[in-house]
């Protein structure tokens, strides 16, 4: 069955380090999306990529970075600039394309990061 | 600037009761989409519907429905003769624009359903 695959369901970090989640999706889709949740604020932009070799930032872009070096893999790293990392991540995917509307956004399962 | 607005932070019933999601969405654009997503504990969200802003028509999906009004900015979500298994958190999101999958998310809300 295809969908999107994150990984580690739950991870913990010290202060000061970097982290790295994933993301691989096997739907044939050309973008990925990377939200973060947090109790009672919804879910809020981090990055997104329309094509391979190419992101732009989303509302809460800092303290984070993206690559997108494969059509099937989005991975988001966590750096130690970023303030409060502690939440609830999610990947996404759509067709992309454009041209006759929103498409559907696919999600993954999601990663915890806790940091300690 | 685009806006939603889920004013019910969380909602308890009594399995077979009725329910309404309250939507209010502010936007600029005179073409865009509405969903609905529901995020069972698992965690994953799952797509419920998707409405554009020429189809004013309400939709039925089972014991889903839902009530799109432009004249008041509102697209709500009802659940008829609730379950258990409804208890999750719904979002209600908007499109940025009309060639983008860049969704706006209302905070949600979390429906429990007691037996």
């Known amino acids: 069955d295809g969908g999107i695959t994150q990984s580690p369901k739950y991870l913990f970090r010290k202060e000061g380090q970097n982290v790295t989640l994933s993301c691989e999706q096997n739907?044939?889709?050309?973008?990925m999306y990377w939200y973060r949740q947090d109790p009672g604020q919804g879910l809020r932009l981090i990055y997104y990529s329309q094509i391979v070799n190419d992101f732009q930032k989303g509302d809460i872009a800092e303290g984070y970075s993206v690559s997108r070096e494969k059509k099937e893999s989005f991975p988001l790293t966590v750096t130690s600039a970023q303030k409060n990392p502690t939440a609830f991540y999610l990947c996404?995917?759509?067709?992309?394309?454009?041209?006759?509307?929103?498409?559907?956004?696919?999600f993954g399962a999601g990663s915890r990061l806790t940091v300690l | 600037a685009q806006k939603v607005t889920q004013a019910q932070t969380e909602i308890s019933v009594v399995e077979k009761e009725d329910v309404t999601l309250d939507c209010v969405y502010e936007t600029r654009d005179t073409t865009y989409y509405l969903f609905w997503y529901k995020q069972p504990p698992s965690g994953e969200l799952v797509f419920l519907i998707r409405r554009n802003s020429f189809d004013e028509q309400n939709e039925i999906s089972g014991r889903y429905s839902w009530n799109f009004q432009k004249s008041t900015s509102s697209f709500n979500f009802t659940i008829t003769a609730s379950q258990v298994v409804d208890s999750a958190v719904y979002f209600c999101a908007l499109s940025e624009g009309v060639n983008t999958d860049k969704l706006i998310f209302g905070t949600g809300t979390r429906l429990q359903v007691f037996p």
């Open positions: 739907l044939n889709h050309d973008a």
């Open positions: 996404a995917s759509t067709p992309g394309g454009g041209g006759s509307g929103a498409n559907v956004l696919t």
